[in-house]
């Protein structure tokens, strides 16, 4: 039966070249704004290259320490020292891997390469890490491996280089271990690279990857606090019981700190380890995710985007179906119930909701792509932009993943039945007789 | 024709109830959307009171002790600072460059690392003005380089040659008006609400022409001070600033001015490093801070405007075969195609005035609960001079009839070709389907 009725909605929308066109165009519209929104959320929060393992990686950030008495009070918040790394990050039971990443101002944001072809410096990003980077981080190596923990504690100049930095260096992606680059003035060596991880991942992206232990002043303590300093920290955990045995690992580690020493600086990670998913849409470490307002939020914008294109569908499929009062009669005075009738109306409706569907899939995709520079980051509220000489790799893999063609498909649906059910349902009440005497 | 357009309405107001409703829908979300919009391209079209665009600027490095070519008795103090104005000297010997000066500290005109601002009081005033610090160096024509505009009292070239005191400043036009209600504040002082008995007063050098601090924002009173230790600005919070020639293209001329001042804009152990035009400057912050909620408000608009007209397309074509009769009666009976045209067009129009006046009266009602949309730099400071985004009557009149003139257009390209193929209906036919 329902072969029949796409065959005849076929047929139809052969007839009605320009309701089709109209409706199709509406539909692909609205379905082409809130793919766009899906897609740049489905970036942000589904397993990407290299950044495979988002499910189960959480991430500590920020913390605060305080002590004083009132009159006297002193509040310092950054990140964790190097000295926290070793006595209570590193030896954690709760975390398959423990990685810290120095955010020391001078390396990270000012480096520079000098070429050895005199031809001026250019500014990279350089990320300071250490070898369990690269075992959260499914980064696949073109050629040699990652810095041993011997590299770490020796402060060694190496670093793991990406392939675009390899060819812009070098010209080439093979034979390149070995070799030597100077970055700020320090010659280091090459030790591995790796494919690069897109702009857009930017928990993993970076153009070299280098040991903090080259920064001299590593092990140092900020502002006279012991445990404060300047490492932020991942953990990979093997499941979510795994995450909440994680935090409760750090509360209790927490606990023990503040209570030997009541007089000293007292610490705080708020409910941190967070992770994945709520460091996305949490604004401040410090702050709760009111996970209710966020999903009203979405729901409302997504209610928004398709309300007001249903509203004209609806208004496009009333005028149609006042054309086939006619048609409806006869298949009534033939014993087709109301059921029957909404059911052919739905799915010659839907026929044309998924056409537009693939329209306005080709036309997001279309703009992702040629937009990716910016659309990525529309939806933030401050956008660094893309540095120069820095290309936006949009992989295949996020556009065209499987859970963007479910996520499509019902849309799609939804946008059907929001717009063609009522039109339908209340043309459908006419009597048989006024029906069948409509002369239009 | 009005009363007819009227009947017309009212005769098919089912059908037109949907349309109302959606019309009133989308004018609420225009004024949603697009106020910010028209408020950050209002600010943005101020004039910056410079010359942006025949400005770049070049930032330093500092060799580091295990560099090649570094030498250690550059390092000391008198020798890194002689090398830095040496450097400025030598930018200007490249063709194409009309004047270069000293920029040192963050505190400059669109400065992308931050800025500073504090509170100065007229004497015998006690009203307290916020104003932004900008700091320069005497002596260096930085005033001429930058493009200023003259203000009262003193021309570029006087204050720039100035022997200034420490406590000697430089006011824009619209600082000055608001601490003492003159243009002309040569000779005036000003203090800070400073705690404790010492009170250090400035006084006033000189005045230019009001400037915009940022791109976006709309001008705010700055302060220009005098810097007195230049040295502890080197290496990374020194600039150069340099003004190009009239008629010399910038692209041109940053083509050729990067490979000689890599090679040749070295002295001691500094080095030119990179160099930015300043129009490429002001994109890039405000690619940071307004141009996000630009392309947003934008491309939501676009949306909820393309299907304002799909849908008025939809309606209007939709109505053809109804409307074939009163059509063709119509033509019978004399009227023009382009009379049958302004009909329609004049029921859109209708429409649209009457759901926009609508939506407009609702979104009053929040307005006038939680303002309208504020410039980015209200969030600062107050802004000087009187522009009509910041009353609200004006601001409200303008923008909602800046709405309603899309709307009706976007309303009317929907309806006019829907429009055409009715009109050119001949009677004959459609008397014949009587």
Request: proline content about 4%; some cysteine.
């Given at each position: 039966m329902i072969r029949i009725y796409l065959k005849q909605a076929w047929e139809l929308l052969k007839q009605n070249k320009l309701f089709s066109t109209l409706y199709i165009a509406g539909t692909g519209l609205a379905i082409a704004m809130t793919m766009i929104m899906a897609m740049i959320y489905y970036v942000k929060l589904a397993p990407v290259y290299p950044e495979v393992n988002r499910q189960n990686t959480l991430y500590l950030t920020g913390s605060r320490f305080e002590k004083g008495p009132?009159?006297?009070?002193?509040?310092?918040?950054?990140?964790?020292?190097?000295?926290?790394?070793?006595?209570?990050?590193?030896?954690?039971?709760?975390?398959?891997?423990?990685?810290?990443?120095?955010?020391?101002?001078d390396w990270s944001e000012n480096s520079y390469i000098q070429p050895a072809d005199q031809s001026g410096d250019f500014h990279v990003n350089v990320r300071l890490t250490d070898p369990a980077f690269f075992r959260i981080y499914a980064f696949r190596f073109l050629e040699g491996k990652p810095f041993t923990?011997?590299?770490?504690?020796?402060?060694?100049?190496?670093?793991?280089?990406?392939?675009?930095?390899?060819?812009?260096?070098?010209?080439?992606?093979?034979?390149?271990?070995?070799?030597?680059?100077?970055?700020?003035?320090?010659?280091?060596?090459?030790?591995?690279?790796?494919?690069?991880?897109?702009?857009?991942?930017?928990?993993?992206?970076?153009?070299?990857?280098?040991?903090?232990?080259?920064?001299?002043?590593?092990?140092?303590?900020?502002?006279?606090?012991?445990?404060?300093?300047?490492?932020?920290?991942?953990?990979?955990?093997?499941?979510?019981?795994?995450?909440?045995?994680?935090?409760?690992?750090?509360?209790?580690?927490v606990r023990r700190e503040n209570l030997a020493n009541p007089d000293d600086w007292q610490v705080s990670f708020w409910e941190q380890p967070t992770t994945h998913l709520v460091s996305i849409f949490q604004e401040y470490v410090s702050e709760e995710l009111d996970v209710w307002a966020t999903v009203r939020q979405f729901l409302l914008v997504l209610l928004v985007l398709l309300l007001v294109p249903a509203l004209n569908l609806s208004g496009m499929i009333a005028s149609r179906m006042e054309g086939r009062l006619p048609e409806m009669g006869v298949r009534k005075s033939f014993g087709a119930g109301r059921g029957a009738l909404l059911s052919q109306v739905m799915w010659e409706n839907l026929l044309l909701t998924l056409l537009g569907g693939v329209l306005g899939l080709l036309l997001a995709w279309v703009v992702l792509y040629a937009g990716r520079e910016w659309v990525f980051t529309v939806l933030d509220d401050w956008a660094d932009a893309v540095p120069e000489g820095v290309e936006v790799r949009v992989a295949g893999e996020m556009l065209f993943a499987p859970l963007v063609f479910l996520a499509a498909l019902l849309l799609c649906v939804l946008l059907n039945l929001l717009s063609a059910l009522l039109p339908a349902w209340n043309s459908l009440r006419k009597p048989i007789v006024s029906s069948l005497n409509e002369k239009r | 024709?009005?009363?007819?357009?009227?009947?017309?309405?009212?005769?098919?107001?089912?059908?037109?109830?949907?349309?109302?409703?959606?019309?009133?829908?989308?004018?609420?979300?225009?004024?949603?959307?697009?106020?910010?919009?028209?408020?950050?391209?209002?600010?943005?079209?101020?004039?910056?009171?410079?010359?942006?665009?025949?400005?770049?600027?070049?930032?330093?490095?500092?060799?580091?002790?295990n560099a090649q070519g570094y030498d250690p008795a550059a390092q000391d103090s008198a020798v890194l600072l002689d090398s830095y104005f040496n450097l400025v000297r030598h930018a200007a010997d490249f063709e194409g460059v009309e004047a270069t000066a000293p920029v040192?500290?963050?505190?400059?005109?669109?400065?992308?690392?931050?800025?500073?601002?504090?509170?100065?009081?007229?004497?015998?005033?006690?009203?307290?003005?916020?104003?932004?610090?900008?700091?320069?160096?005497?002596?260096?024509?930085?005033?001429?380089a930058y493009g200023f505009k003259e203000g009262e009292g003193r021309t570029l070239r006087q204050l720039s040659d100035l022997n200034y005191g420490p406590n000697d400043i430089v006011l824009t036009e619209n600082a000055a008006e608001r601490l003492f209600h003159t243009g002309n504040a040569v000779g005036r002082r000003c203090h800070t609400s400073g705690r404790g008995s010492d009170t250090t007063f400035y006084q006033v050098a000189g005045t230019i022409g009001t400037i915009k601090a940022y791109s976006f924002w709309r001008p705010v009173p700055v302060?220009?001070?005098?810097?007195?230790?230049?040295?502890?600005?080197?290496?990374?919070?020194?600039?150069?600033?340099?003004?190009?020639?009239?008629?010399?293209?910038?692209?041109?001329?940053?083509?050729?001015?990067?490979?000689?001042?890599?090679?040749?804009?070295?002295?001691?152990?500094?080095?030119?490093r990179t160099v930015l035009s300043y129009?490429?400057?002001?994109e890039e912050h405000e690619n940071y801070e307004s141009t996000p909620i630009y392309r947003r408000n934008l491309a939501m608009a676009l949306f909820f405007l393309i299907n304002l007209c799909l849908g008025v397309a939809g309606t209007f074509w939709l109505q053809t075969r109804p409307r074939?009769?009163?059509?063709?009666?119509?033509?019978?009976?004399?009227?023009?195609?382009?009379?049958?045209?302004?009909?329609?067009?004049?029921?859109?129009?209708?429409?649209?005035?009457?759901?926009?006046?609508?939506?407009?009266?609702?979104?009053?009602?929040y307005a006038l609960k939680e303002g309208l949309s504020m410039s980015m730099s209200l969030c600062?400071?107050?802004?000087?001079?009187?522009?009509?985004?910041?009353?609200?009557?004006?601001?409200?009149?303008?923008?909602?009839?800046?709405?309603?003139?899309?709307?009706?257009?976007v309303v009317l390209a929907g309806i006019y070709i829907p429009a055409r193929s009715i009109s050119r209906i001949p009677p004959t036919e459609a008397l014949r389907d009587e």
């Open positions: 009132e009159g006297n009070h002193q509040v310092v918040r950054w990140a964790v020292s190097y000295k926290a790394l070793q006595e209570w990050f590193y030896p954690m039971k709760n975390a398959l891997a423990v990685s810290a990443k120095l955010a020391n101002g923990d011997a590299d770490l504690s020796s402060g060694i100049c190496t670093a793991v280089i990406t392939d675009e930095l390899a060819r812009r260096l070098f010209g080439t992606t093979e034979g390149v271990v070995g070799q030597t680059f100077c970055l700020n003035y320090t010659d280091f060596r090459v030790c591995g690279v790796v494919r690069s991880a897109s702009y857009l991942t930017s928990k993993s992206y970076a153009q070299l990857y280098v040991p903090y232990s080259v920064v001299s002043d590593y092990r140092e303590p900020k502002y006279g606090a012991p445990f404060l300093g300047a490492f932020s920290v991942t953990f990979l955990v093997e499941n979510g019981e795994q995450g909440v045995a994680l935090r409760n690992e750090l509360k209790d580690i | 024709m009005l009363k007819l357009i009227l009947k017309n309405l009212w005769a098919r107001r089912r059908r037109n109830g949907w349309l109302l409703a959606e019309l009133v829908l989308v004018s609420i979300i225009s004024w949603v959307v697009l106020d910010p919009v028209i408020v950050v391209t209002h600010d943005r079209n101020i004039p910056l009171g410079y010359d942006a665009d025949r400005l770049c600027l070049v930032s330093l490095g500092a060799l580091q002790p040192l500290g963050f505190c400059y005109p669109n400065s992308p690392q931050g800025n500073s601002n504090t509170q100065l009081i007229a004497e015998g005033d006690s009203v307290k003005v916020t104003i932004m610090q900008m700091y320069f160096m005497p002596h260096t024509r930085f005033f001429e302060v220009f001070r005098p810097i007195s230790s230049p040295r502890e600005y080197l290496p990374d919070d020194a600039r150069i600033l340099i003004r190009l020639k009239e008629g010399v293209s910038m692209q041109r001329f940053l083509h050729e001015f990067r490979p000689w001042m890599v090679k040749e804009l070295r002295r001691g152990n500094l080095f030119a129009e490429k400057l002001i074939r009769e009163e059509i063709g009666v119509m033509l019978s009976f004399g009227a023009t195609p382009g009379h049958i045209v302004r009909l329609l067009m004049g029921e859109g129009a209708v429409l649209t005035f009457i759901a926009s006046l609508t939506g407009f009266l609702i979104y009053l009602q600062w400071m107050e802004n000087t001079d009187n522009y009509w985004v910041s009353d609200f009557t004006l601001h409200f009149l303008i923008v909602s009839c800046i709405i309603l003139l899309i709307l009706l257009l």
